[in-house]
């Protein structure tokens, strides 16, 4: 989908500034996304493009880019650096930015979204958004991208052990990867747009995405089980390039922070109404869903929070206070 487009491209705009050696404020503002358009990070970062550009009015026009048109996470955040696209919705490969947000990947931290908008006030944009500004990156809010869960195509997934040796696509995060192992599965980073095909061909036996994100590609019509682990609660960052943002006029800095938050409480909203319907619609699809044994991977996950400990700085830190935020 796209939203009015009027004079000068954003890109052509990047590089007339990149030519005379300083950003410039784009009178067109790109929105792009990797995600399925019918995902909630589709659908969030629609809305996004909607209602900025109803806040800036006539003076500037919003383009708004889904279904990984014009690239997937990695390639958009180099965008975002390069000028070339404004805005963006990152995820799991933040960690791949800055180690410590991998917070979000330690298992069963997040206990509902009441506690993630805490950790958001609290930690990310207090302590983690400074170490994307390091990257050249500036992290406005987090959204919901959602609990995560586990479909497969040979068993329902109860406890670790229903794992082994099981093939599952994971997103490109050093810590999702250890954590399956941990659990006994295969794990395997792949491109989001690359996973259907990889399901349906049996080139992967399975994969982990909040229920927006299943739905949203349709894993539903070549994956069978579905079990509700809810073992990660996965943001997803609304991130522009920190050069971009200084570039911007305060009248446009402030209509996006507006709009950032009215949609952070939008999305988080959204993602809560669907966990419940979603499972109804994947069943009428012929999903069979069973509720995994929480206690079970909470134990078999000790040691994927004592490697962050170990191997981040102030990895303990950060999870004593995330967790002290639930309270």
Request: charged share 20%; aromatic share 8%.
């Amino acid at each position: 989908m796209k939203i009015l487009r009027t004079g000068m491209t954003a890109s052509l705009m990047a590089c007339v500034a990149a030519l005379a050696g300083a950003p410039v404020a784009a009178e067109t503002y790109i929105v792009a996304v990797g995600a399925a358009s019918n995902s909630l990070q589709g659908r969030s970062a629609a809305k996004f493009a909607e209602d900025l550009r109803a806040e800036l009015g006539d003076a500037h026009s919003v383009e708004f880019y889904a279904d990984g048109q014009l690239g997937d996470e990695k390639e958009l955040m180099q965008k975002l650096r390069l000028g070339t696209v404004q805005f963006t919705l990152v995820s799991s490969i933040m960690t791949n930015v800055a180690p410590e947000f991998a917070l979000f990947d330690m298992p069963f931290l997040v206990q509902d979204r009441t506690h993630l908008k805490a950790i958001d006030a609290e930690i990310v944009q207090k302590q983690l958004a400074p170490k994307a500004e390091d990257a050249g990156l500036k992290v406005l809010s987090t959204w919901e991208n959602g609990f995560r869960q586990i479909t497969n195509n040979s068993r329902p997934i109860n406890t670790p052990a229903d794992l082994d040796g099981l093939k599952i696509r994971t997103p490109s995060s050093e810590w999702r990867v250890a954590m399956f192992k941990e659990w006994g599965a295969n794990p395997t980073p792949m491109s989001f747009s690359e996973v259907f095909v990889a399901l349906q061909t049996g080139t992967m036996d399975g994969q982990e995405n909040p229920l927006t994100n299943i739905t949203g590609a349709n894993f539903q019509e070549v994956q069978k089980p579905l079990s509700l682990t809810g073992h990660v609660y996965s943001p997803t960052y609304l991130t522009t390039g920190l050069q971009t943002w200084n570039a911007l006029p305060d009248d446009v800095k402030s209509a996006v922070s507006s709009v950032a938050a009215t949609v952070q409480d939008w999305s988080l909203a959204q993602g809560e109404a669907a966990d419940n319907a979603l499972v109804d619609k994947v069943k009428e699809a012929g999903m069979e869903v069973n509720v995994a044994d929480k206690k079970a991977f909470i134990a078999a996950s000790a040691p994927i929070y004592e490697a962050f400990a170990n191997k981040v700085e102030g990895g303990a830190e950060l999870v004593n206070s995330a967790q002290a935020l639930a309270n």
